[in-house]
């Protein structure tokens, strides 16, 4: 696109008449003094652009990405109240891996870091569920199976 301000130095040119430069008008008319003309041109020009971007998911935080990390897997220590995890695959992370251990009623007695830890035992005598958690997709889910425990 050419420069707007030149369009309209021109039309402005144009519209007050040119000379010849011997007193004549360009159109041939008699000389004499060219009668003043003033003239006003504004432009404006007004560009809207709209660009759709897609973020690069490894930017993203963790809990935002929807995608579930694969499974780890438990199994009870021959006395029945110890837990054994496996290790994860490389070079994958889990964000905040955490032992999930629930009482005979559902409700959740301890919630533990798991990050560093493969192995665990519950210091309460009873009978207890056992599952890894993981913070993905917005909130906390399980990435293990459960196991049940008797201490």
């Known amino acids: 696109m050419g420069d707007r301000r030149l369009a309209c130095a021109l039309a402005v040119l144009v519209l ?5 430069g011997g007193g004549e008008d360009v159109a041939g008319a008699s000389p004499g003094p060219a009668p003043t003309t003033t003239v006003t041109a504004t432009a404006t ?3 809207t652009e709209t660009e759709t971007v897609t973020p690069d998911a490894a930017l993203l935080p963790a ?6 990390p694969p499974q780890l897997e438990l199994e009870v ?5 110890g837990v054994i995890r496996t290790e994860a695959e490389p070079g994958v992370t889990y964000d905040n891996l955490t032992w999930s251990v629930k009482d005979t009623g559902g409700f959740q007695v301890l919630g533990r870091v798991a990050e560093n830890e493969t192995r665990y035992r519950y210091y309460l005598g009873g009978r207890y569920t056992v599952v890894l958690e ?3 997709g917005g909130g906390y889910h399980p990435v293990s199976n459960e196991v049940t425990i008797n201490c």
């Open 16 to 20: 007050s008449g040119c000379s010849a």
């Open 63 to 68: 809990e935002s990405i929807a995608v579930e």
């Open 45 to 47: 020009a007004t560009v």
């Open 77 to 81: 220590y021959e006395d029945g109240c």
């Open 134 to 136: 993981a913070s993905w």
